[in-house]
């Protein structure tokens, strides 16, 4: 039987692993499309706009912040991981965007490494979201683990992450869940912060998103196909024949994110969601806003940027809002609200 220093030794590992091949490797889906390909802005050949009249502001859980944009949950738990989340803190902080950290479960399992979690002592005034995977909260504790991983960083906000087919793949992963949606609605209930239900890059389905918001949940990030395949990650990290076939097999299961995104939008309108998978330009935050969501999740490219040092990670940032800005001036609108009128569905390119 896997002793609980083993366990911890193998998930530090594995975060390890996680950071060298997302930085080393193409971990994206095989197809690299998260549907946004579909849908075309109308441009405004002359628009009638002051450029510095634009706003991008956008409220997300009672929150206003200055671009529709947030830094998605990543890593945690490790040493390397530690300068990441602080780098990463600087930028939510210096542009007003929500920031996400990775899976708690270590830190709450050993407390020696919360540290590499905690970044609100140097940045108080960032919102940050805190993270546990759904295998967690359907342990026998669940809830106080979630709770933990709360008030162990000061969260803003707390998400459930969905990540079924890469626990399936993992060789050391989870296999059973126990009463999800009861667990969901038991933490909902005595939780002092919102709760974001989010899936790791194979999109949520409608009728699986309506059960999650009969628990409570304030937000569902959808985490389509298109970015970081994070089965296909634990296929890479394996020896085994089988797991890397596994993971190659599933590199592009699930629904893209502008799919999910205007199938769910379709069925709860007023319901906040934001866009994870596969966003690697302004623009698509910018079609992401006009199909419904409130933020775009950006993962792979701020990590990367990340790694390197902090002004790169300014410069990456920075990038995204300028073509943000200017594909609204070049649609003619002047705040958020107005893309939605210039998208256009074009359909799938044929050859």
């Not at 990463?88 to 830190?107: D, E, V």
């Amino acid at each position: 039987m896997e002793t609980e220093q083993s366990t911890l030794h193998s998930t530090s590992g594995r975060k390890l692993d996680h950071i060298n091949l997302c930085r080393d490797v193409n971990v994206e889906s095989k197809s690299r499309s998260n549907g946004f390909d579909q849908w075309r802005f109308d441009p405004t050949a002359l628009p009638e706009l002051d450029s510095s009249t634009i706003n991008t502001q956008t409220q997300l859980l009672n929150r206003t912040f200055s671009s529709p944009m947030h830094i998605t949950g990543m890593t945690g738990g490790v040493e390397k991981a530690s300068i990441i989340n602080q780098r990463l803190a600087a930028a939510a902080q210096k542009y007003n965007i929500p920031m996400g950290i990775g899976s708690q479960r270590i830190a709450i399992k050993d407390p020696s490494t919360a540290t590499s979690f905690q970044v609100k002592q140097q940045y108080p005034d960032i919102f940050l979201i805190g993270n546990l995977g759904i295998y967690q909260l359907c342990e026998k504790d669940g809830v106080s683990q979630a709770l933990k991983a709360i008030t162990s960083i000061q969260a803003d906000a707390l998400a459930i992450h969905i990540n079924v087919l890469q626990e399936q793949i993992q060789p050391e992963g989870d296999k059973n869940l126990n009463k999800p949606f009861q667990q969901l609605e038991n933490l909902c209930q005595q939780s002092p912060v919102p709760i974001i239900v989010k899936e790791v890059g194979c999109g949520i389905d409608p009728k699986t998103a309506a059960k999650i918001w009969n628990t409570g949940v304030s937000c569902i990030d959808l985490g389509g196909v298109g970015g970081t395949s994070w089965g296909y990650i634990e296929g890479l990290r394996s020896s085994k024949t089988i797991h890397k076939r596994l993971g190659e097999t599933f590199r592009d299961w699930g629904i893209p994110t502008a799919e999910a995104l205007t199938r769910n939008i379709k069925i709860f309108p007023d319901n906040q969601y934001t866009a994870t998978g596969g966003i690697r330009s302004g623009i698509e935050v910018a079609k992401c806003v006009a199909l419904g969501a409130k933020t775009a999740g950006i993962g792979l490219p701020l990590f990367k940027a990340a790694l390197i040092g902090e002004t790169e990670l300014f410069d990456e940032i920075e990038a995204f809002i300028a073509e943000l800005k200017i594909t609204m001036l070049l649609t003619n609108s002047q705040k958020l609200s107005d893309l939605k009128q210039h998208l256009r569905y074009i359909g799938t390119k044929k050859a």
